[in-house]
Each structure stands twice: as C-alpha cells, then as structure tokens.
C-alpha cells in the first residue's frame, strides 16, 4: 500500500509517498536495507558536523532484543508497533564533543538524519512510523545512555500492510487521507504571519 | 558542481549528493522551485501531525527583505551567505496547538520538515546550506516573531557556484572532500555504545 500526499506543487516521489503507517506486514527487512537506512541517516548535515545522532536498533528475530526495545515505547503505541519486524530508538547528545558547550541545533540536526533514514526507507519499498511517545528514562536506564544524551523518538520499521489485515483502530488510520496546513499557514515573508507573495500571500 | 557523498552501503542519489556549499553562483530561483521545497517541507511527518515549522523567506530582487534576513545571520555567515539569491530562517512553535503543552519534538520535527526541503531541492539542482549561526532574537525583533516560537536556523538557497568563481577561503571548504563518522560509532544493538551486528558490530 502507497498512500499519497496530495500537494499543491510538485515533490519529489520519495517526499509524496513517504506515510506512517500502523500496520505492518509480517516480512523482514533485509540486513542490506537496514545498513543502507542507516548510511543515509549518516550523510545528513549537522552543525559544525557534529553529527548528535546515535540509533539503536532491535529485530524481531532477536527476541529478547526486540521486546527490550518495544518495552521503551509508551503503551499505545505498543499495541501496534510490535507488528514490525525493526524497532528503533533515535538519540541525541546535547553538547558538541570539540568543547562540550550546548549544541542549540541537537535535536533538530537529529531529524534531518532520520528525515534522511525514512527517505532511504521509502526509496526501498519500506515504510517507517516515527513516535514521540516513548519512555526516554526506561531506553536509559535499560541501554545504560549516559548523561548528555536522550533518547527521542521511537521508530518501527517494515513494510506496511494491506489495510484490510490490519486490526481496527489501526486500519481506519492508515485509511485515512493524509492532512497538511496549507502553505500560506507557514511560508511567512517581511512579517510574521503573514504569508510571502511567492505562496500567494 | 556536485560533491558527492562516498557511503560504505548504497544510498539514494538524492542523499549522496545533497551537500553545503559555501560558493552560490549568481543565478535566482524561479518561484514554481520555492513553492515545491515548501510544499516538501510541508508533508514532513510530525509528533500529532502538529507541524510545528515555520518559514520566513528573502529573495535577493527584494532588495530590503533580503538585507532585513541577512541581518539575523552571524557575521561569519553574512559573508558568504550574501551570494545566495534566497535566504530563509526556519521558526519552531515549542507547544502544541490543542493543549498549548510543551511539545517534546518540536525542534525535531522542525529538522524532518528542513530535511524534506532540503532533499526536494537536490531533486532540482538547488543546493541549501543549512546554518545554526544565526541571531534568535533579532530575528524576533525584526519579524515580531512571538513568544512560544524561536527561530532555530538559517537558509541559504541557490545554485553551487564553481569553486573556481568561489573567494577563499570558501573555495577551499566546498572542495575539501565530505567526511561522516562510521556507522559502528553510532548504530547499536543490545547496549549503547556497541554496535549492531547488523553494521559489522
């Protein structure tokens, strides 16, 4: 299943046809791909290259592995995420190594490294649903992150499933049109608010 | 000129060839090009689907909007970034709309959104060069950016000029070669700081 953006302009294929699903189907994922969605979250850019991302990753064929990771995700999101064949945790480290002063651009640098992975994901036939409802303290306590870096996002990783074998709420979601504010809600020019000539403001 | 990425496991042609220019040729931007890498922006994944990005644009033709932006560059910045024909600061909204709680992804997914436009406009052969120098608060000044969103980074948006054209020492930057750590530093198993099997851990 593919469920496509519906933009106002042109993207790229990768952009319109990467989705979240909940459901996935019960298939592995090549150790091949895996590496190649870890390289793309490599090449992102960072400040001063700093590079704040670390992943940890669990496959359902290691099981203690993999329920150790899914124990990190907040329940509601348990309850379908376990269908994956890959979870993940992403963190970040919040100073930069050269001199150990606050990197303000941490956490974001971190998205366009898993910006990057999901891409990669979606140029592979795989899909990836990111969560922010995960147990940050339970991730550190049970892969011992030290202080200084923090667990942010979980991931489940696979291919996404046939709405129709996937179990109500979850089949509904993934049925569901995707949704965006429109441009002239966010492309701002000389003022805030108000939206540049160039989306038509 | 495209400075390609030398990755250990095959990535997507649009991840390897993304990079930062320093050396922008002095050639503008059609509209219909902006409206695509905000359109790529917009239909990033985030935490609620709350969007929590926002963009503020300059063309060079506009000659007082694009000095007004420049001004909230670091000085070091300024001086190269003046050569691309679009600017543009990234603003993040730090709590949710529907609960005004805080939202623990903002900036994250801020950096999905850059990282979409950032790939949209490699598919066009624009280049971005993502900056964390930049000032916060002249930025809020200047814009009236209010309080609960902060600008987080700087854009500069055109076409890699050749390095040839390109003054030093910007010219050396963009010719020196792309380095990452490898994927044994950052990817883990079981435990953090041990790499997966999956990348040769």
């Given at each position: 299943?593919?469920?496509?953006?519906?933009p106002d302009h042109p993207v790229h294929?990768?952009?319109a046809?990467?989705?979240?699903?909940?459901?996935?189907?019960?298939?592995?994922?090549?150790?091949?791909?895996?590496?190649?969605?870890?390289?793309?979250?490599?090449?992102?850019?960072?400040?001063?290259?700093?590079?704040?991302?670390?992943?940890?990753?669990?496959?359902?064929?290691?099981?203690?592995?993999?329920?150790?990771?899914?124990?990190?995700?907040?329940?509601?999101?348990?309850?379908?995420?376990?269908?994956?064949?890959?979870?993940?945790?992403?963190?970040?480290?919040?100073?930069?190594?050269?001199?150990?002063?606050?990197?303000?651009?941490?956490?974001?640098?971190?998205?366009?490294?898993?910006?990057?992975?999901?891409?990669?994901?979606?140029?592979?036939?795989?899909?990836?649903?990111?969560?922010?409802?995960?147990?940050?303290?339970?991730?550190?306590?049970?892969?011992?992150?030290?202080?200084?870096?923090?667990?942010?996002?979980?991931?489940?990783?696979?291919?996404?499933?046939?709405?129709?074998?996937?179990?109500?709420?979850?089949?509904?979601?993934?049925?569901?049109?995707?949704?965006?504010?429109?441009?002239?809600?966010?492309?701002?020019?000389?003022?805030?608010?108000?939206?540049?000539?160039?989306?038509?403001?």
């Amino acid at each position: 299943m593919v469920k496509q953006a519906n933009p106002d302009h042109p993207v790229h294929t990768l952009i319109a046809e990467r989705w979240s699903p909940y459901g996935f189907a019960d298939r592995p994922v090549r150790e091949a791909d895996l590496c190649s969605l870890f390289e793309a979250a490599r090449w992102a850019a960072s400040s001063y290259n700093e590079q704040p991302w670390s992943y940890i990753v669990a496959r359902k064929e290691r099981g203690e592995e993999f329920s150790h990771l899914l124990s990190c995700l907040v329940e509601a999101n348990q309850g379908w995420a376990k269908a994956a064949p890959v979870l993940m945790l992403s963190v970040v480290t919040f100073n930069f190594r050269r001199n150990n002063k606050p990197n303000r651009a941490a956490e974001h640098d971190l998205g366009l490294s898993a910006g990057n992975l999901s891409l990669e994901a979606t140029a592979r036939g795989l899909s990836v649903h990111q969560m922010a409802g995960i147990l940050p303290e339970r991730a550190r306590e049970l892969y011992r992150i030290p202080a200084g870096s923090e667990a942010v996002t979980g991931f489940a990783i696979g291919y996404a499933a046939d709405p129709d074998a996937v179990p109500d709420p979850f089949a509904e979601r993934d049925r569901a049109p995707r949704q965006r504010k429109p441009l002239s809600a966010f492309v701002f020019g000389g003022e805030w608010g108000k939206a540049t000539d160039v989306v038509g403001g």
